[in-house]
């Protein structure tokens, strides 16, 4: 019983429906390195995704950290959360706030 509910589980969670998707809106700030701009946009590299908007700014008096709005059409929630996982465990990023609409 339970490999059914598993198999349940498993096509549930590859379903989409258009209703399902979302816009993900991703707000990160990072120190500011040479390979901080790579890094913030392989998670959406690694699902074959090209986010809708990149824009990244040092705005601190010093340089020292950067400021990126990532945007993404058509994701589930599952994998805008996936998204904002990955993009937390990057060494160098301070702060990510995640919307989905």
Do not use: C, W, Y
Not at 19 to 45: C, K, N, Y
Not at 51 to 64: L, N, W
Not at 74 to 80: M, N, W
């Amino acid at each position: 019983m339970s490999s059914r509910r598993s198999d349940f589980n498993a096509a549930a969670s590859t379903q989409q429906s258009d209703s399902d998707a979302v816009l993900a809106i991703f707000f990160v700030t990072a120190a500011a390195d040479p390979g901080m701009v790579q890094r913030l946009v392989e998670p959406f590299s690694k699902l074959g995704l090209v986010p809708a908007r990149v824009h990244i700014s040092s705005e601190d008096r010093d340089g020292a950290e950067i400021s990126a709005d990532l945007r993404v059409t058509g994701l589930t929630r599952q994998t805008a959360h996936l998204i904002d996982k990955a993009l937390r465990r990057i060494v160098g990023v301070r702060q990510v706030i995640a919307l989905a609409e």
